[in-house]
C-alpha cells in the first residue's frame, strides 16, 4: 500500500506561481510512475502530468506544457508540480497518484485508471 499526501495549494492571482508537493509513504518502492491529476469544478478528472521514478521521464498535458513542471526527488520519495502563469482556468483540485508494477510499456499513463493510489487532493483557486 502507498500512502499520497499532496500540499501546496491555495488561492493565487492569474499570472501567479504555485508549487505542489505529493508526499508518497508506505511501499513507495511498488510504484514505477507518478501522476498528477486535476479535476475542475463540475467536470472529468484530467490528466496533468507523469513521471517515472527509475530516469525521471516526463510526460505532459499538451495544454499545459511550458507552463507546468513535474519533477521527483527520489531520497524524499516526494513529488513535485510546478505551476507558472496559472489562469482561472486552472483552479481544479489536484490530485498525486501512483501506478504500481508491472510497467507495461505501451502504456503512456495519462489515464485514471492506469493509477491504483491517490491522494486525497488539494484545492488550487486561480482568481482573475
Known amino acids: 500500500q502507498i500512502q499520497l499526501v499532496e500540499s501546496g495549494g491555495g488561492l493565487v492571482q492569474a499570472g501567479g506561481s504555485l508549487r505542489l508537493s505529493c508526499a508518497a509513504s508506505?511501499?513507495?518502492?511498488?510504484?514505477?510512475?507518478m501522476g498528477w491529476f486535476r479535476q475542475p469544478p463540475g467536470k472529468e478528472r484530467e490528466f496533468v502530468a507523469n513521471i517515472k521514478w527509475s530516469d525521471g521521464s516526463t510526460i505532459c498535458a499538451d495544454s499545459m506544457k511550458g507552463r507546468f513542471t513535474i519533477s521527483r526527488d527520489s531520497v524524499k520519495n516526494t513529488v513535485y508540480l510546478q505551476m507558472n502563469s496559472l489562469k482561472p482556468e486552472d483552479t481544479a483540485v489536484y490530485y498525486c497518484?501512483?501506478?504500481?508494477?508491472?510497467?507495461?510499456?505501451?502504456?503512456?499513463?495519462?489515464?485514471?485508471?492506469?493509477?491504483?493510489?491517490w491522494g486525497q487532493g488539494t484545492q488550487v483557486t486561480v482568481s482573475s
Open positions: 508506505g511501499r513507495t518502492f511498488s510504484a514505477h510512475t
Open positions: 497518484a501512483a501506478a504500481r508494477w508491472p510497467y507495461f510499456s505501451g502504456r503512456y499513463y495519462h489515464s485514471t485508471s492506469d493509477f491504483d493510489s
